[in-house]
């Protein structure tokens, strides 16, 4: 701070200063990292405007209520039993959530509108079936991985693609944001090899494939696989295209809740609960 020349400024200053301090959030003002290209611009403005965190950001902690932001058509990880939103995830954050002696409150949203909503502090905590990724990095933090993912390809059995090698000159449908969306255009799409459709939700790409419309889907594995089940005429390839971990995504501005969810979920990793929750929606092939 610059020297101040007189004692009236001193006092002034002092006061200011006191003021601030009374009124300062708990918790961290880490500078957030430019937001994920992926992520809706006219959302992710918002969430960078200032490095302080929000009033919203810092409620999962101060509220006693845990907002965890989702997109529910992600079976096992996310899914509506009745009205109820179910899965691996829920399951693993409400657990979290008891263990810090807080309140779980779910969210249905778009996958794409998910990191936009942890950045700006609409929710607390992101859970998806979320890869953790350079891109994604540079929005959010990311917890221990509680899971590895498999990225599959869907055909239609008639199809003459037998692995990711037969994409050239062909049309590939992916769930927007999803790493499935990031490797096909990584892959084949900038490279100018094939085209991508991309759809708000996997269901809708699954309907496309099905009727048609594009060639293949690379999704998640265990989607897939209720998927193909669901949907007469399509097959998962055997060769898989990529593998993932999945993480919980925490606010760059809330590194105290960061090491709270951190450290109950290690804790339940530990003691064995974590793969109880996966192996009761993930049966042994």
């Known amino acids: 701070m610059k020297a101040l020349k007189t004692a009236v400024s001193l006092v002034l ?16 003002t880490e500078p957030s990292a430019s937001e994920s290209a992926s992520s809706a611009a006219s959302e992710s403005a918002g969430a960078s405007e200032s490095a302080a965190p929000s009033e919203s950001a810092a409620a999962g902690t101060e509220g006693n209520v845990l907002t ?41 949203m778009e996958f794409n509108s998910i990191i936009p909503a942890v950045q700006s502090g609409k929710v607390d905590i992101g859970m998806a079936g979320m890869t953790v990724n350079d891109e994604r ?30 994409f050239k000159g062909k049309t590939i449908g ?28 996997g269901a809708d790409a699954i309907q496309a494939l099905a009727q048609g419309k594009i060639d293949a889907v690379v999704i998640d594995n265990e989607p897939a696989k209720v998927f193909v089940a669901q949907t007469k005429g399509l097959k998962i390839l055997e060769t898989e295209y990529a593998l993932e971990d999945y993480a919980i995504a925490i606010s ?19 003691s064995g609960e974590v793969q109880k929750i996966i192996d009761k929606y993930i049966k042994a092939e």
């Open 174 to 201: 992916a769930q927007l944001a999803t790493t499935g969306d990031y490797y096909v255009t990584w892959d084949y799409v900038d490279t100018g090899l094939a085209q991508i459709e991309r759809y708000s939700k």
């Open 13 to 28: 200053v002092l006061c200011t200063a006191f003021a601030f301090a009374a009124c300062a959030p708990q918790t961290s």
């Open 137 to 166: 990095l540079q929005a959010v933090n990311f917890s221990t991985s509680y899971a590895t993912g498999k990225q599959v390809i869907i055909v239609r059995e008639d199809s003459d693609i037998k692995s990711a090698d037969d």
């Open 68 to 108: 965890l932001g989702t997109n529910a058509t992600f079976a096992p990880y996310e899914y509506y039993e009745g009205d109820e939103i179910v899965g691996i995830d829920a399951d693993i954050a409400k657990l979290i959530a008891d263990k810090l002696g807080m309140t779980l409150k779910i969210e249905d």
């Open 252 to 270: 760059k501005d809330n590194n105290d809740l960061l090491q709270k969810i951190d450290g109950a979920l290690q804790e339940l990793i530990a």
